[in-house]
């Protein structure tokens, strides 16, 4: 049964951080992408990070790029989204996605492109 499971997300103030995990069963890990989105209320899915399978390539929306940092542990089965400088507008429910990939190609931001998703964790950015 594959799996993404969401972890990590609470409540913090403006300039807080947070590092929230998304670990993975169920599929060979090590053979995707995995991606980062976020879903405030009344708003669609949007892009937030990507990595490559081996980690090596990473790719970032422009709203978090130098406060986000995205890494994996194929060891681990493990993504983790290191967010720092937090402000009320990255307050969302944020999803991990995984695509099967077997380049260092990360530039899928679309819903679409991948193919399990997790059930996503809160996280509240208060001012």
């Known amino acids: 049964q594959v799996q993404l499971v969401e972890s990590g997300g609470g409540l913090v103030q403006a300039g807080d951080s947070l590092r929230l995990s998304c670990a993975a069963s169920?599929?060979?890990?090590?053979?995707?992408?995995v991606g980062w989105f976020r879903q405030a209320p009344g708003k669609e899915r949007e892009f937030v990070t990507a990595?490559?399978?081996?980690?090596?390539?990473?790719y970032y929306a422009d709203s978090v790029k130098g406060r986000f940092t995205i890494s994996r542990d194929n060891a681990k089965n493990t993504v983790y989204l290191q967010m720092n400088s937090l402000k009320p507008e990255d307050t969302a429910v944020y999803y991990c996605a995984a695509k099967v990939s077997y380049s260092r190609d990360v530039y899928y931001r679309r819903v679409g492109d991948y193919d399990y998703w997790g059930q996503g964790t809160q996280v509240t950015v208060s001012s």
């Open positions: 990595i490559s399978w081996t980690g090596g390539s990473t």
């Open positions: 169920g599929f060979t890990f090590r053979n995707y992408l």
